[in-house]
């Protein structure tokens, strides 16, 4: 079966998230079912380099999905973004993908941006985009915080209950926190992630932002490695999957 | 009756537009319903800088208020903000009016941005605000055409057939074309525009983009002032109004 890469910008907010679940919409189920008429009319399979949660968005989502037949990779991005109407999914580029090249596990860094906007009156424009929080945050403060967050450490901290994974050992590349505006964008970046790992980063840097807890917190809570004790679950609509990055990209057009 | 300014964003997708039109929602209608409560239990009579039409957004819209009592511009922005729900209509600031200040007749300068996606794929994330055209734009070429319709003109052949202003006189202070990654934003400014001007010039500009009309071709057709032969009307999804200028600015709280 060919395997074919796709890049994939959605809008969270239809969906249960990227995975199939049964009596549920995913971006997944939009994509497979999309493909069926280029696949002998059956469904084709389909693996994404990050699974993300409802409500969270994609600018970069990298998709891998299995043809019976080959296909030229434009061809199959005009075909995916006719049949994917009217739902919020649309593949930007498609490729061959490399020799013995999987989305999920050739995959060696994922990057993600969270959006919190920071000011009294309720978002019009951004609303289902943004992490709306209106008392004061000082992003400074957050930045700082989160720079003792980076590199190799245990983060069971910051996992779900729900949390699969065998190991919460995982190394945090980047995790810059900034003011745009009446924005607080929050950029983070790993080889991996734990499940609900960034949304719970994001809600205990919350804390510090808000001057309730000392920029010293996260990483003590980091230490004690006790998911009950971390803050809030950034709620997901402020998430966005940005980019996955490959040691041999996959060639797009 | 004590005036007051608010400035105001929201998304035009669910709206008529900016005016009050029997059997239709608009954004008039959202504020003046909300500032009832605040008035005796009587819609608000409101009049905006710049009545925008269906489907245009509006970042910093400027409205003015009339209530038939005195209250705090704080206490003001934070109920309306809570009457408008759950229409996506935000009062970012409110203010006292000034002495003689009229939001639409002191209004010295009016900002808009234009912004079209160029690229093969469809919108997934930022659907209905922008205007997606798939074949390549020249925006070099565009923003030079752009440069010849700057100053004094009759702006006839911008109008739309049911603009009611007395004079197609205009003066165009700004008409920036600039790409930023797969879009192509125009951003103009004058002191005031015909109606559908903006979305007109825009329509213009792309035939020259897609390289169908050299870049005199804007200026001969301003020059021409017949209404009947600019580009077509760009849709209004792309359109968002930035900003209100004034020579006393509303103080802002």
């Known amino acids: 079966m060919p395997r074919y890469a796709l890049l994939v910008e959605y809008d969270g ?3 249960v998230g ?26 084709a399979a389909t693996q994404a380099s990050g ?20 296909l030229e990779p434009l061809r199959l991005r005009e075909a995916l ?9 649309s593949v930007l580029a498609a490729a061959r993908a490399p ?28 609303a289902g985009r943004v992490w709306h929080v209106q008392q004061p945050l000082d992003a400074a403060a957050m930045h700082a915080a989160a720079q003792s967050l980076l590199g190799r450490h245990d983060f069971s901290a910051f996992r779900a209950a729900a949390c699969q994974a065998k190991s919460a050992l995982r190394t945090l590349d980047r995790l810059d926190v900034a003011r745009l ?18 949304r719970n980063m994001v809600g205990t840097l919350l804390q510090v932002g808000l001057g309730r807890r000392p920029a010293s917190w996260p990483r003590r809570l980091l230490d004690g490695r006790d998911r009950t004790l ?13 980019f996955a990055r490959y040691d041999t990209p996959p060639d797009w057009c």
Chains 1, 2 share one sequence.
């Open 81 to 89: 973004n006719f049949h994917t109407r009217p739902h919020p999914v």
């Open 230 to 242: 971390a803050g809030q679950n950034a709620p997901p609509e402020g998430l966005t999957f940005l």
């Open 181 to 198: 505006g009446d924005e607080v964008v929050v950029h983070t970046e790993a080889r991996s992630f734990l499940h609900h790992q960034v």
């Open 18 to 43: 990227w995975q199939r679940q049964a009596g549920s919409l995913s971006v997944q189920q939009v994509l497979e079912d999309a493909a069926a008429p280029l696949n002998g009319g059956q469904p």
């Open 99 to 126: 020799e013995g090249w999987s989305a999920r596990f050739s995959c060696t860094g994922r990057g993600y941006r969270y959006r919190i906007l920071n000011r009294r009156a309720r978002p019009a424009l951004e």
């Open 51 to 70: 699974r993300t949660d409802a409500g969270v968005h994609a600018e970069g989502q990298v998709v891998q999905i299995e043809l019976s037949a080959e």
């Open 13 to 15: 907010a239809p969906f």
